[in-house]
């Protein structure tokens, strides 16, 4: 699957952001779908992902409680909704995608089969 991201910006401080990642192809809905970020210097860090069918999405502490993870299938797209941004929010987003209809938590780069090219996202303080 070939995925494209979008939907990054600057913003400040206590400001929201929506990134967007749309799926080529017809198997969406049997894909589990991450979104991880990288930050300059630092590694790749999982931000949140969501199963197949939106059922269970689940974050990285940090987020939890102000980012959103939800799909739509019919669509091919899954979104992260980023509220209440903070300046360490500040990175290069990157959607992932594993094929994968069944249950479990995948929390690492390696986990996944496709990426997509990334969006920037910029918090101000």
């Given amino acids: 699957v070939q995925l494209q991201a979008s939907g990054g910006g600057l913003v400040q401080a206590g400001g929201s952001l929506r990134l967007s990642c749309t ?11 991450a979104w991880f970020r990288q930050a300059p210097g630092k590694e790749r860090e999982f931000v949140g992902a969501i199963s197949w069918n939106g059922n269970w999405p689940y974050y990285e502490d940090s987020v939890k409680g102000r980012f959103t993870i939800y799909r739509d299938n019919a669509k091919n797209t899954v979104y992260l909704q980023m ?37 920037q996202v910029t918090v101000s303080s």
């Fill in 83 to 119: 509220n209440s941004l903070k300046p360490e929010d500040t990175a290069l987003y990157y959607c992932a995608a594993r094929a994968d209809r069944g249950g479990g938590e995948y929390r690492y780069p390696s986990d996944y089969d496709s990426w997509g090219q990334g969006t």
């Fill in 23 to 33: 799926a080529s192809g017809r198997s969406f809905s049997s894909y589990a779908m």
